[in-house]
């Protein structure tokens, strides 16, 4: 039995209703909906998906925002620069094409799975996460925002309102690959997203890196980061060492060893950077 649906208008109705007792927010429902099957959802919904202004990628001061209630199918669409080549490609791998057009990218964030898609090109892209409440709005660095596998750092009165990612220069390009037991619609046995900046003479002036289902949370990989700084773009795919990999701790399960993870993710860090290659 359904407790209470609530649809609200303004993201200060939501707030506010947020305020008053614990509510399931309910996005585009393809992570909660499968996560009750057949059992009912204990908490009153909070259905977000007619709030005004929350659907959408915006410019804004200093840089992109992605409003909460965004499908996966709108960033595929959305007139985007090289940035976001890497969201775009981990949009174009959420499930299905159904999926695409309901899942949202907050949903997938908030979510908080060690296999969430949208987890390791957001982290590699800087991205922050805005909450809103009653009390007012903060920002927290993505990294900070997923603590572990389904835990957030969100209170129960917050709802996330947006992803913020910062601008780059405009050459700022990003690669994603991800692994999986077969093609489409299927859990990553890992994935690796890159962003590589380049400055005027062809050297890496920023890098972000990031890998995605070897760790109860996604990681960046800071060493690694640091190492390809001011290389040239020629030769970054031989950067990569082992030792990079030390912050993950890759899980055996059913879809792969640990072992498998960590040799397959060399393999998958060395082509993503290759193809940073002039
Ligand atoms: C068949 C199938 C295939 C899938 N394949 C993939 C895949 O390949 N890769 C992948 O990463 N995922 C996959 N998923 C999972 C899911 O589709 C994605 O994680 C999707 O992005 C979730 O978004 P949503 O809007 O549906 O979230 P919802 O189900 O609406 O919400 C998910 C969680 O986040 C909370 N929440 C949502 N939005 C907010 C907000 N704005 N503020 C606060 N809390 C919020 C909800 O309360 C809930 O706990 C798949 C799911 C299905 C059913």
């Not at 393809?30 to 057949?38: E, M, W």
């Not at 987890?119 to 572990?148: K, M, N, T, Y």
């Not at 062809?202 to 289902?213: D, E, F, I, K, T």
Request: charged share 20%; aromatic share 4%.
């Amino acid at each position: 039995m359904l407790h209470r649906f609530e649809r609200p208008q303004s993201i200060a109705e939501a707030a506010r209703l947020l305020a008053s007792g614990s509510w399931a927010v309910l996005a585009g429902g393809t992570d909660l909906y499968p996560a009750h099957v057949g059992r009912a959802v204990a908490a009153p919904l909070l259905d977000i998906t007619a709030i005004a202004g929350l659907r959408g990628i915006r410019r804004d001061d200093g840089g992109w925002a992605i409003g909460a209630t965004t499908t996966w199918t709108d960033v595929v669409r959305a007139d985007l620069p090289p940035l976001f080549a890497a969201l775009k490609a981990a949009a174009r791998e959420v499930g299905g094409v159904q999926i695409q057009n309901t899942g949202t990218v907050a949903g997938n964030v908030c979510n908080a799975s060690p296999a969430a898609d949208g987890v390791p090109a957001l982290l590699a892209l800087g991205a922050e996460v805005e909450l809103q409440s009653a009390a007012g709005s903060r920002r927290l660095p993505l990294a900070d925002f997923v603590l572990g596998s389904r835990r957030t750092a969100r209170r129960e009165a917050e709802l996330v309102s947006a992803l913020h990612i910062p601008a780059r220069a405009a050459g700022a390009r990003s690669v994603f690959l991800k692994l999986g037991g077969r093609r489409y619609l299927v859990i990553s046995i890992t994935m690796v997203a890159v962003l590589i900046e380049l400055d005027a003479d062809g050297a890496v002036a920023h890098a972000g890196v990031a890998v995605g289902s070897c760790s109860a949370v996604a990681k960046r990989l800071p060493a690694l980061e640091a190492r390809l700084a001011g290389r040239d773009a020629a030769t970054l795919a031989a950067c990569v060492e082992p030792g990079d990999l030390a912050p993950l701790t890759p899980i055996d399960d059913i879809r792969a060893s640990g072992e498998y993870r960590i040799d397959a993710t060399l393999t998958l860090l060395r082509r993503a950077l290759a193809a940073f290659s002039p």
